[in-house]
């Protein structure tokens, strides 16, 4: 069955650094989503992503973010300088069509992030 | 008011036991509306969509009632393997909005 995949799975950083989550998509997936989980806390929603450019984004999206799709496949998350804050697991997610259309969302296993 | 706002439980039901699981949302707009699973530390997974019709799969059985923009689950004769938090997810609410929205879950535990 295919799935997301996410690298690396741990990701431990010093505050300031830039750092950039990586997520390999379904391959037939249209629409890419990056969502946060800070632990014990519900899931948030960081940015959807769709057709090379950014669809949606949430007021924690901000300019500290950024995403890209270098290739056909990857689909990255970049924090330019972290704070302790960002510590939390992220999640990428995929669909085929549109969520508001019901299509669902696939999840990747998730990169924790440690900002210390 | 919270986007999606659910009891936080934890709900700790014997096996076998029927548990019903409530959720409510503030965007009248939400078109979609799901159930997901999450395992501890793990990524949620797709339980079942949720249709306004009610919809069952199995032991679970999901409904809406976008009048009081309620959404429930129930499950019956549950297993172990049903212990896991419980996510109520809406989508934003246009036909542009893919984002997803997210409770903060529900946890059960199924004893023996």
């Known amino acids: 069955e295919p799935e997301v995949t996410q690298t690396p799975s741990h990701q431990v950083t010093q505050m300031g650094q830039e750092v950039i989550l990586r997520c390999v998509p379904i391959?037939?997936?249209?629409?890419f989503y990056w969502y946060r989980q800070i632990l014990g806390q519900k899931v948030e929603f960081l940015v959807s992503?769709?057709?090379?450019?950014?669809?949606?984004k949430s007021e924690i999206f901000d300019d500290q973010f950024s995403v890209e799709r270098p290739d056909g496949s990857n689909f990255t998350l970049k924090i330019r300088s972290t704070k302790l804050e960002d510590s939390a697991m992220y999640f990428c997610?995929?669909?085929?069509?549109?969520?508001?259309?019901?299509?669902?969302?696939?999840f990747g296993p998730g990169t924790r992030l440690t900002v210390l | 008011r919270k986007e999606v706002e659910q009891d936080p439980g934890p709900f700790n039901v014997p096996e076998g036991a029927t548990v019903a699981f409530n959720c409510t949302y503030s965007n009248s707009a939400s078109q979609s509306f799901f159930w997901y699973r999450q395992d501890c530390r793990k990524e949620p997974k797709l339980l079942m969509s949720v249709y306004s019709s009610g919809n069952e799969d199995g032991r679970f059985t999901a409904q809406l009632n976008r009048a009081s923009q309620y959404i429930s689950l129930l499950i019956r004769d549950s297993k172990l393997s049903d212990s896991a938090t419980y996510l109520c997810v809406v989508n934003g609410g246009t036909y542009n909005n893919n984002d997803m929205r997210f409770g903060a879950g529900t946890r059960l535990t199924v004893k023996p």
């Open positions: 391959s037939n997936h249209l629409y």
């Open positions: 992503f769709y057709n090379n450019e950014i669809s949606e």
């Open positions: 997610a995929s669909s085929e069509s549109r969520t508001a259309l019901g299509d669902e969302q696939f």
